[in-house]
T-cell receptor
């Protein structure tokens, strides 16, 4: 199974809502990532988890809160978002080590903040 | 941190012609260079990659070259087809992080 899955596919939320994005992979990868992608722009790294521990936080506002409950799951909890947070949120996973860096991307969650 | 520049930002080619996209990177510690293709509304998909100890790699109509000394790498697509139309991103990997170029929108004219 070489697939990363994400739910939901689409999400519309108000600025006072709390919601969560979910990501799952069963490739045995021990690194998982959250990216934000605006239209016609490259993915921007938000967070990296390695062996279920947060290893990189790219100065993301606290209204985004990641969680890695186990080696297969990655969540992104959203609270008090702003309209400018509307974007495609991509999850990715990869092996950890010197020789394997390919990141496999999920299909993304299209988030609209109203 | 790593800075990846990608050119051109748009590229229009006649079907059957070749397309070349060029990227430069700034951090000599970067050691892995993937290329992703992203179609409208879809996820980025890896199409080819190259590691820092290799100068060139080819996969059917796609090839990538790397010049470590000059810190640049290029994607070459030969015999372009309409299905090659997409946005292409180069990236440089260093210490868990992938730094992406700004992207090239490729349009293949039939």
């Amino acid at each position: 199974d070489t697939e990363v899955t994400q739910t939901p596919k689409h999400l519309v939320m108000g600025m006072t809502n709390k919601k969560s994005l979910k990501c799952e992979q069963h490739m045995g990868h021990r690194a998982m990532y959250w990216y934000k992608q605006k239209a016609k722009k490259p993915p921007e790294l938000m967070f990296v988890y390695s062996y279920e521990k947060l290893s990189i936080n790219e100065s993301v506002p606290s209204r985004f809160s990641p969680e890695c409950p186990n080696s297969s799951l990655l969540n992104l909890h959203l609270h008090a978002l702003q309209p400018e947070d509307s974007a495609l949120y991509l999850c990715a996973s990869s092996q950890v080590g010197r020789s394997s860096y390919e990141q496999y991307f999920g299909p993304g969650t299209r988030l609209t903040v109203t | 941190g790593e800075n990846v520049e990608q050119h051109p930002s748009t590229l229009s080619v006649q079907e059957g012609d070749s397309a070349v996209i060029k990227c430069t990177y700034s951090d000599s510690a970067s050691n892995y260079f993937p290329w992703y293709k992203q179609e409208l509304g879809k996820r980025p998909q890896l199409i080819i990659d190259i590691r820092s100890n290799v100068g060139e790699k080819k996969d059917q109509r796609i090839a990538v070259t790397l010049n470590k000394t000059a810190k640049h790498f290029s994607l070459h697509i030969t015999e372009t087809q309409p299905e090659d139309s997409a946005v292409y991103f180069c990236a440089a990997h260093n210490d868990y992080k992938l730094s992406f170029g700004a992207g090239t929108t490729v349009t293949v004219r039939a």
